[in-house]
Each structure stands twice: as C-alpha cells, then as structure tokens.
C-alpha cells in the first residue's frame, strides 16, 4: 500500500475583510490545540503580497487577510511530503484539513488518468486535487471524516466543508470585520471579539434533553458551527454573510425489490468494504469493545479481514453486575485473537478527571458514561495506539435502542395493520426496556397530537419545565420550552426516527468520541458512518430493521452470522458504556454539594440550585431515583467557570 498521510488534527482559520483585525497570539493558539496534533505543525498567511508557508510562527502578518493554522498527527509518511497547510503547484489553492479521506486511493488513481501529478502520498494533497478538479462536486466522491478550509486565491474565496455526519468538528463565528473558524470552540474564545453570551434555547434544550450539539446553533449565542454534510464560502471581497448549503442528505426511498437474505447479504459487503477502508494505517490499530452487537462486529470484521493484524481491543468494565460485560468482551476477545486491555475507573478518577474531561468537552456532556471511554482513550494512549475503531452510529441507523421498538410499533398503528400491530407488541414487551407501559409510552411519542404530549409527560413524572429550572428566566430571554421534535406525520414513523436521529442525537456522541480521543492524541474512527452504507440501510424496509417479534438490527444481525461469535449477535438486552451514575455521584457526594455550593452556581440564573440540591440530598437518601439533572448542572458549572460564560 502506498504510504499516505492522515492528518488527524486541529485547524483554525482567520479572515480579515475590513482593515487588519489583529489575531490572538498564534503561539498560544497552537499550543493549545497541541492533543490535537503533537507531531508537527504549520502555517500560511496570505495578503495583497502573496501567500507564505511556514512552521515556525513568525508574527509578520500585519496586513494579512487570511490566516491558516495547522496542528498534525502523523499515522502514515511522517515526511515533509504530508505538511499542512498545503498549496497546488500553480498556487492557486491552499488548505488545511482534519480528518481522514479513506478512499484517497481510488481517487488519486483517478485524477492520474485526468493528468493530475502528486508529489507526495497524501490523502491531503489528493483532496486539494478533487477540489480544484470538480469543486464542490468533489465532496459527493469522499468518503472520510473531515472539516477543511480551502482558499482560492484566483476567485478570492474561503471554501469550507464538514463530513456527512459531523464527525469532525467546525466552529465560526463572524463579526462585521472578521470571520474566524476552528477545531474546538475554546480556541475560538481565545479572538477576543467573541463573546461569551449564552444560548438559552440552546442551554435548555441540554439542561432538559441532554442535547446541545445539533444543527448550526451552539451552547455561546455568537458561535456556530458548520452542520454535517454543509459547507460555505466566504468571499474576501464582499460584505454577505455566509450562508450554510447542504451537500447531502440519505436517501428516503424504501426499495422492495430485496429480500431479507438478499439485503443482509449486501449489508455485509458494504460493511465489511467500510472497515476494510477504515483499517488503511501502518502503525497498531485498536478498537474499543463493549461486548455489544456493534462494536464486536467491528473488532470481529477487523479480524476477518486482517487475519495476522496486531489487534488491541480497550473495554470499560462497570463495577456494578447489571451493567457489568466482562463475559462479553472476553467471548469476543478470544475470538479475534486481540490483546486485552480494560479500565475500571474508580469514582475517585471521575472526581480527579472531571475538570480536565470538561475543558477537553469544550461543552457539557450527558452523562458519566463519558468519563469511562475516556478512560478507554486514555488506557489506548498508553498501550502506544494511535488508531481506534468503534461501533458509534450503528445504533442510530440500525434502530438499536429501546424506543426504536416504540416508533415501530407506532408505523403499524399509523398505516392501520392492527394485525400485526398486535403480534408486535405480544413479541416486543417481553425485550428488556420495553415490558409494561415501556412499548406503550414509547409510541405515543409518535402518535399523540402536540397538545396531548404534555399532560402524558406530566402523568408519567417528565414535566417539559422540571421544577429545578428557573422557568422565569428562560422566558424572559425568550425560550418557549418545547419538545425536541414534537411531530411525527409519515406513515413511516421509525424510517423517519431514524433520519431525526442523525441530526438530533448522533451529534452529541460524535463530539465526545471525537474530544475523548483528541484528548490523547488518538484517531478515532467510525466505520458505520458512511454515506452508501447509510443510504443501503434507510432503502430498506422497517421490519428489516425492527423485526415483527421486536428484534432490533434484524439485518444486521443477519449479516454478520459466520463472522461474529452467535451468542453475541443472540443478545436482547443493551448496555453499551453504562455507568452505574447512582453508585458513581454518591462516593463523591461531598464533592458535589461542594460544586453546589459554590459562588458560579449560585450565579447560574437558569439552575435553582437549592431544589437541585434538595433532588440531590434525596437520590443520595434512596427517596428518589437517580436522574440526569444532578450531572448536568456540575457540568454546566464547570463550564461557567472555567470558559467565564456570561448569562446576562
């Protein structure tokens, strides 16, 4: 295989549009993205004189107009040959690029035959090429993770792109005199014209759903970030805004004429061509391992393609027997010949960990079951790997989670066949997580009229507004609390859950896979996630996805029989990186009503504190269950204080 670099990394990117705004200091900014890319790094500054490259910041960009920063992590050609940023030949373009361009090889292969020659073995230099060859036409041909900035020198233009499902990050923000973009929000609060200010919308919709990472709008009201599968130019030369357009969106046609064997079978040649893209790397790859459906088909998919790979596979193990997978992961450990690593992370690790995990987080996160991958992470930095596959999407493309069965089961009472309505639910209530009122409650997310919904929540103890946030102040600066998405019409409720959640719950996971592996330097790849094996999945029919007897990625499980061990591909209940939260907060109890007590949350005006501390005191008692709420607002906590956010 010819040697090609990766650049896993860091950007930040700067536009000056009327007069010099001076940028914040370039060496600091670098270092600070340094998790990012420990390897090397690099610059370009261009203005009315021409462009410059260089590695060494030197600080002789008065008159830029834009300025390039590069962090790199070498996997593969650790020569000059991959350096960042990048220029064609003629000089006409320049980019800087996160991520990875998987099928690099086959496109360099075909911008040979258009007479394109390559002076090194980048993947980088092959995207710059496809750029200058077809333009934004050249996005639908990636498959990669990506975010990068191409500036056109001829057109005087500023090109930015995200991957389709948002795995690499891309923030900006855009002042009358300037226009600035990075890898990570807090290198954009280091431009000091960014402020600040909270997103209410944006901070309730965290505090009372745990999201905060979809669509274009984030947690600080001036910043935004580029949505998955968008992009947008920003033009030197004129005063308009710049405006997102989206490049691609997965396929709604339901095919019919497959059957199941039929579909299963393509399903397991598209996927095992993903990882065997996924796997390009010279150095030793890794993968962590749940012992659930989705990650074991990766590790074991690893195997089957690479019989003699030194492979390392990295699992949380929970202290706690209903979430605890040991059996699991050593089941597939053994069959895939990989060496073993696991963490069991103590409650004294996440009290010592969590300040360091939330400045890595850049933003709050849901719940502690972050702090155990990135332990994971953490534990693959220092076995030596720099490459990880894992199982993140598949959930949410192949209906992995409970309430799949629920939207379900909510298309057969919208399309009116009760017959088999009736067989599904005697087959489904007996899944774990849908017995009971579960399978019920959950359709009638789907089902009931807007109107309905808040009574129902209500009855079953989920108030839209809890009673530990301040409902005055969210009103007051504009926020009508509101479900998420709060209407299903197609007669096709799970096919559209699972496009909804792409845009509303994958986000969240893909920034905490992508800052828990950045904190350590690591590559994180996620071979469920690309554009043809998304489209193949959402073109079949629903019960191939929730099956009629309540089985969930009933395809998938299908198309991996032969490869991954049958008591795996067997298993009913879910667990995934669950973390027992109740066990976990009250070991460090005293630490918390701490962080309660402190002079930022009593200035937090969106958090009650005293109820918060009052839910506290009775979870911790046994009178009341555990809930999210207690982890949310230590998270929001650190986050006022260590980025100073203001809430005025």
């Not at 499902?165 to 990570?184: C, M, N, R, V, W």
């Not at 706690?320 to 409650?347: F, G, I, M, Q, T």
């Not at 667990?575 to 109890?589: D, H, M, N, Q, Y």
Request: include cysteine; aromatic fraction near 12%.
């Amino acid at each position: 295989m010819q040697a090609a670099s990766f650049p896993m990394c860091g950007i930040v990117g700067f536009i000056s549009k009327k007069g010099w705004v001076h940028p914040p200091c370039v060496p600091a900014i670098l270092d600070q993205l340094r998790h990012r890319g420990p390897d090397d790094q690099g610059y370009l500054v261009y203005s009315e004189r021409g462009a410059k490259l260089g590695r060494e910041w030197t600080d002789q960009a008065a008159d830029a107009e834009v300025i390039f920063l590069h962090r790199r992590l070498s996997i593969l050609d650790l020569s000059d040959g991959g350096r960042q940023p990048m220029a064609t030949r003629d000089g006409r373009y320049f980019i800087t690029l996160n991520g990875e361009i998987y099928n690099y090889v086959e496109l360099r292969e075909e911008l040979e035959r258009l007479g394109y020659r390559f002076q090194s073995g980048s993947d980088t230099e092959v995207l710059l090429a496809a750029y200058a060859a077809w333009g934004v036409e050249a996005l639908r041909r990636l498959v990669g993770m990506f975010a990068f900035a191409i500036l056109d020198v001829v057109r005087r233009v500023v090109f930015l792109a995200r991957d389709p499902f948002g795995i690499k990050p891309l923030y900006y923000a855009a002042t009358d005199h300037s226009f600035a973009f990075a890898s990570e929000l807090k290198t954009l609060l280091e431009f000091g014209n960014v402020s600040r200010q909270v997103n209410a919308n944006r901070l309730f919709s965290y505090l009372r759903h745990g999201l905060c990472d979809y669509g274009s709008e984030t947690l600080l009201a001036d910043v935004l970030q580029l949505p998955a599968a968008h992009y947008l130019e920003i033009e030197l030369d004129s005063d308009r805004g710049p405006r997102p357009l989206c490049y691609w969106e997965p396929a709604l046609e339901v095919r019919d004429d497959l059957s199941f064997e039929q579909a299963a079978e393509q399903l397991r040649a598209l996927f095992l061509n993903s990882v065997a893209l996924h796997l390009r790397s010279d150095v030793p790859v890794g993968s962590a391992l749940s012992g659930g459906i989705d990650s074991s088909s990766v590790v074991m998919a690893m195997r089957y393609l690479e019989p003699d790979v030194e492979l390392h596979t990295f699992s949380y193990i929970a202290d706690e027997d209903a979430l605890n997978e040991e059996k699991w992961v050593d089941l597939v450990a053994r069959a895939a010949h990989s060496h073993v690593h696991k963490v069991r992370p103590s409650p004294a690790e996440l009290m010592a960990d969590f300040a360091q995990l939330s400045y890595m987080q850049d933003m709050p996160s849901g719940s502690t079951s972050l702090h155990a991958q990135y332990c994971v992470f953490r534990a693959a930095q220092k076995a030596g790997i720099k490459v990880m596959l894992d199982g993140q999407g598949a959930d949410e493309i192949l209906g992995g989670y409970s309430y799949f069965r629920g939207a379900r089961l909510a298309s057969l009472v919208r399309q009116r066949r009760w017959r088999q309505a009736g067989n599904f639910i005697s087959h489904a209530w007996r899944w774990p997580g849908a017995g009971g009122f579960l399978l019920f409650e959950d359709a009638s997310h789907y089902l009931l009229p807007r109107f309905a919904q808040g009574p129902l929540r209500k009855l079953v103890g989920k108030d839209l507004v809890p009673s530990w946030l301040n409902e005055d102040w969210f009103h007051q600066h504009g926020v009508r609390p509101h479900l998420l998405w709060d209407s299903y019409h197609s007669p096709h409720v799970l096919q559209e859950k699972l496009q909804r959640e792409l845009l509303e719950h994958l986000p969240n996971l893909l920034r905490y896979e992508d800052r828990n592996s950045m904190a350590f330097s690591i590559e994180s790849r996620v071979p469920f996630l690309t554009p043809e094996l998304v489209n193949f999945v959402f073109s079949l029919p629903e019960e191939y996805i929730v099956a009629p007897d309540g089985t969930s990625k009933a395809v998938f499980r299908r198309a991996m029989r032969g490869i991954v061990p049958d008591p795996i591909l067997d298993r009913k209940d879910k667990i995934g990186f669950a973390t027992p939260e109740r066990k976990l907060l009250s070991a460090v109890s005293r630490w918390i009503q701490e962080r309660f007590d402190t002079e930022v949350a009593a200035e937090i005006p969106a958090i009650r504190m005293d109820v918060i501390s009052r839910e506290w005191q009775q979870i911790e008692q046994g009178r009341k269950p555990i809930s999210y709420s207690v982890w949310r607002c230590l998270n929001v906590i650190e986050w006022t204080e260590r980025f100073q956010i203001q809430y005025s």
